[in-house]
């Protein structure tokens, strides 16, 4: 976690927004957390992406949660809040979300002020031959119930083991077209902000 996602003023003068991505596989060699390690890569100037894992993040359980919320799910939902925006990698498993992304989901929705309320958002895949489609429709769902404002355009990698070589994005129109998203969101946040203060 960079000093910036700690920050208490999201928006000071001269820092970049940050994004923050999570990706719905634990794997170490994960597909969907190789495309934002891209993001990482073709991020514009103005904009910084820090990857949030997800392996200290129990299951969620209400009784659990009673007790007190676990130290992997206060710095999930600390990190959600402090982001100017979300990228959510999400892998398709049978036919729809995974379950550690759904898991994060249902962690950071809950009361009091949940941290994806109205967050700007992305979604991409690196999936087989729907290329995340699935995962993205019912992933849509979900975040529409949490009121999480997701950008329209998506990136959707089908076969995606074919375009990346060691971990590394290496088509030159999905990378593009990753760029090409991460402006849209950075766009849609400084769009945000500056209604908020109009």
Request: proline share 7%.
């Amino acid at each position: 976690m960079t000093d910036r996602i700690a920050s208490s003023d999201p928006h000071a003068p001269g820092e970049p927004l940050v994004l923050l991505g999570i990706s719905g596989s634990l794997r170490r060699d994960s597909l969907n957390t190789a495309v934002l390690r891209a993001a990482q890569e073709l991020a514009p100037d103005d904009v910084e992406v820090v990857i949030h894992p997800l392996h200290d993040v129990p299951f969620y359980d209400g009784d659990v949660e009673r007790r007190g919320l676990p130290d992997g799910v206060v710095a999930l939902r600390r990190a959600i809040a402090a982001a100017d925006g979300l990228l959510l990698a999400a892998p398709e498993y049978n036919h729809s979300i995974s379950g550690v992304l759904k898991n994060a989901i249902d962690w950071a929705s809950r009361r009091p002020e949940p941290p994806l309320d109205h967050k700007p958002t992305a979604l991409l895949s690196a999936a087989g031959g729907s290329g995340g489609g699935n995962a993205q429709r019912h992933l849509r769902d979900v975040l529409a119930h949490n009121r999480v404002q997701v950008i329209d355009e998506a990136l959707q990698i089908a076969r995606a083991w074919d375009h990346l070589d060691a971990g590394t994005l290496t088509t030159p129109e999905h990378r593009q077209h990753l760029a090409r998203i991460l402006h849209l969101l950075r766009d849609e946040i400084r769009a945000s902000v500056q209604a908020s203060v109009a």
